[in-house]
């Protein structure tokens, strides 16, 4: 059965939510599931703006063809051609073999790689600045190259000031009747979960969205829909200001994480009295884990919340140990940038943790690292844990903002 929901006149959401799949993109842990979101616009032509993803696409088709009725349909605008949005399309044009497909040339080129089917002949190329009028409506369309992949593009209806943002302004998270942010507790219920979307899946691109953010700071935007997560048509200024901290790699929050990789407890042992210095010292905004057990995107999301990371970590193999260094990469790959790290290593013969943790974190930009590592040999001493709290007392000082 269909189920749908208008969200402005003529204006309906057609998409669905899965609350099956383990992880998005099998990578990321889903826990809230996700939402697919599609949009129809039923105007003297009728327009589709995306698609779906496979799982979903029953319930997506019997939402379009309830609303359809006996109309056809005319345009589907293609924003993006990931296949959690693009899957259905090929479906799509056999239920409806005269839809005009409306995408930029990297879209084109990305149909014939992902399809077997020669679908040109349904194809309308635009580009930058381009217009689609639909009758009442009139679509304008924004390229927003790697944001996050190269043939992204977002489309503004001008008539009602209504921006398709893409991936942009997405959030992990099934849809739960309320299709609007202002309908949840946004900030309470879904942040986390927004970051963590950003972080992980456009992290990387910030600049690229800082490019877009240009681009729709020029737009009256009256309405926000993106491919997942609520619609925003309140304070959607709040949630732009989140996105222009995290696309300049910007710490949301002054605080410290404490990121811990520990075989026996003992570096535990040394995060744990660094932790405790840290609150003697008057710092509030703490957050401490264990990095074998938490899926590392959390973690991800946590240090661009942060302002100052702490990594402790033991040697394993001559190496890091491996959930740390496994996020220590996931970092660097999202180009974290413009953060204070302090390192704590630990080795029973040979600690190598902290040399080959502060080598990466080189190779990163705008990373300042706490000269001093903490070095220890198996478990802290009274020198260590002398050592823990003058780290700590750095970290304050550089949090209120004092020199040392
Ligand atoms: Fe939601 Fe980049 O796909």
């Not at 006996?70 to 239920?95: K, Q, T």
């Amino acid at each position: 059965m269909n189920c749908t929901r208008q969200i402005a006149p003529d204006l309906y959401w057609v998409g669905a939510s899965d609350r099956r799949l383990a992880l998005f993109e099998n990578a990321y842990p889903i826990p809230r599931g996700i939402s697919y979101n599609a949009y129809l616009a039923l105007d003297e032509k009728t327009v589709l703006l995306d698609t779906v993803d496979q799982a979903v696409s029953c319930q997506f088709f019997e939402n379009l063809e309830h609303l359809l009725g006996s109309r056809s349909l005319d345009y589907v605008i293609v924003n993006h051609m990931e296949p959690d949005h693009c899957a259905a399309l090929r479906e799509l044009v056999l239920r409806y073999p005269d839809v005009q497909i409306v995408g930029n040339a990297k879209t084109q080129a990305m149909i014939g790689q992902f399809f077997d089917a020669d679908l040109s002949r349904n194809f309308l190329c635009v580009k930058e600045g381009d217009t689609l009028c639909s009758g009442r409506r009139a679509y304008t369309f924004v390229m927003a190259p790697m944001v996050h992949w190269p043939e992204t593009m977002v489309t503004y209806e001008t008539s009602e000031k209504i921006l398709f943002s893409a991936d942009a302004f997405g959030t992990f998270g099934a849809l739960n009747g309320n299709l609007f942010a202002d309908e949840v507790d946004f900030a309470r219920d879904w942040l986390d979960d927004a970051r963590r979307y950003y972080t992980n899946i456009v992290g990387k691109y910030g600049v690229q969205v800082q490019s877009l953010l240009k681009k729709a700071a020029g737009l009256e935007i009256r309405l926000l829909c993106p491919l997942h997560g609520p619609i925003w048509r309140e304070n959607i200024g709040w949630f732009v200001e989140k996105y222009q901290r995290w696309g300049t790699w910007t710490p949301e929050e002054r605080g410290v994480l404490i990121a811990y990789g520990s075989v026996y407890g003992h570096t535990q042992n040394a995060a744990e009295i660094l932790a405790s210095g840290l609150a003697e010292k008057g710092v509030r905004n703490i957050a401490m884990y264990d990095v074998s057990g938490i899926h590392p995107s959390y973690l991800v999301s946590e240090a661009f919340r942060f302002s100052h990371l702490v990594l402790a970590s033991s040697t394993y193999n001559n190496g890091i140990f491996t959930p740390m260094e496994t996020f220590l990469l996931d970092l660097r790959a999202h180009a974290l940038q413009n953060r204070t790290v302090a390192l704590i290593e630990n080795g029973t013969w040979a600690p190598q943790s902290g040399r080959l943790m502060r080598e990466i974190l080189a190779s990163m930009k705008e990373i300042s690292v706490l000269e001093e590592t903490v070095s220890l040999k198996s478990s802290v001493k009274e020198p260590q844990r002398q050592a823990l709290l003058a780290m700590a007392a750095a970290l304050a000082a550089d949090l209120s903002g004092n020199q040392q």
